[in-house]
């Protein structure tokens, strides 16, 4: 086992830094973005029913505020085992810590939000 130890831990590190790859050149069809310079990158994220609403499948976001741009419903799975359903108007704005969870676009309709992202890596979310 201790020879497996070092092989297990270079696959684990090897699968963080795949899961944590540029969304918008994972996933282009997805993602664009929009505008970028030194302080943020915003990307414009469009989902279809049954898909990921801000990614496939449990990915992380770096700190981030979101403006959704059309009505969703969405299921948000997180790390802890807990799930959350919501209706998401168009025009809410919402600001989030850097963090992965899985997403569902649950209604009937395609989505479409713009994700502002942080490039300070101190910066939270005002709990206000």
């Known amino acids: 086992m201790r020879l497996h130890r070092p092989l297990i831990m270079a696959c684990m590190t090897l699968a963080s830094s795949v899961l944590a790859q540029d969304a918008a050149k994972v996933s282009?069809?997805?993602?664009?973005?929009?505008?970028?310079?030194?302080?943020?990158r915003v990307l414009e994220y469009v989902s279809r029913p049954g898909l990921g609403v801000c990614g496939q499948g449990r990915h992380y976001h770096p700190a981030h505020l979101t403006m959704?741009?059309?009505d969703i419903k969405v299921k948000e799975m997180l790390d802890d085992g807990s799930s959350k359903s919501a209706d998401v108007p168009a025009g809410r704005m919402f600001a989030s810590p850097a963090g992965w969870h899985t997403t569902e676009n649950i209604g009937g309709a395609n989505a479409r939000a713009y994700i502002v992202e942080y490039k300070d890596k101190a910066w939270r979310p005002s709990t206000g």
């Open 68 to 70: 959704q741009l059309t």
């Open 28 to 40: 282009p069809r997805t993602y664009k973005v929009v505008y970028e310079d030194d302080k943020v």
